[in-house]
């Protein structure tokens, strides 16, 4: 549970401490917190969201900052939801914010969230 030195999060977007293992779950492949990688196959995904089964909103931030440029938000959730058993149920539902970034900074992509949910 070390935190690792500043610039080391750069590889994550903006510079925030985060610990060793945080990292390298981020980081690593099909490790605990990689289950947003849009490299995953469909089978990895299903692996990692296919237990959810109850009513799913996946709400996505279209300007996310940790979301690299190439990764096209939409889509991988739209993959995130097949993937889901709640997705075969007609109970996943994909609510795109278009602009607040990951944090939904601004206080429109607040109000659409929060309407939304």
């Known amino acids: 549970e070390e935190v690792?030195?500043?610039a080391a999060?750069?590889?994550?977007?903006?510079p925030h401490a985060v610990t060793a293992y945080r990292f390298n779950s981020l980081t690593g492949r099909m490790t605990d917190d990689d289950m947003f990688s849009s490299?995953?196959?469909?089978?990895?995904l299903r692996q990692k969201l296919g237990h959810i089964t109850i009513p799913t909103?996946?709400?996505?931030?279209?300007?996310d900052e940790y979301v690299p440029e190439f990764v096209d938000s939409q889509a991988l959730a739209s993959r995130m939801c097949t993937a889901m058993a709640a997705g075969s149920l007609g109970l996943a539902e994909i609510?795109?914010?278009?602009?607040?970034?990951?944090g939904l900074r601004l206080a429109t992509a607040q109000r659409k969230f929060v309407d939304g949910v």
């Open 57 to 63: 909103l996946l709400a996505v931030s279209l300007d």
């Open 95 to 102: 609510f795109p914010i278009e602009e607040g970034g990951h």
């Open 39 to 44: 490299d995953l196959t469909d089978v990895e």
């Open 4 to 6: 690792m030195p500043r």
């Open 9 to 14: 999060s750069l590889l994550l977007g903006p």
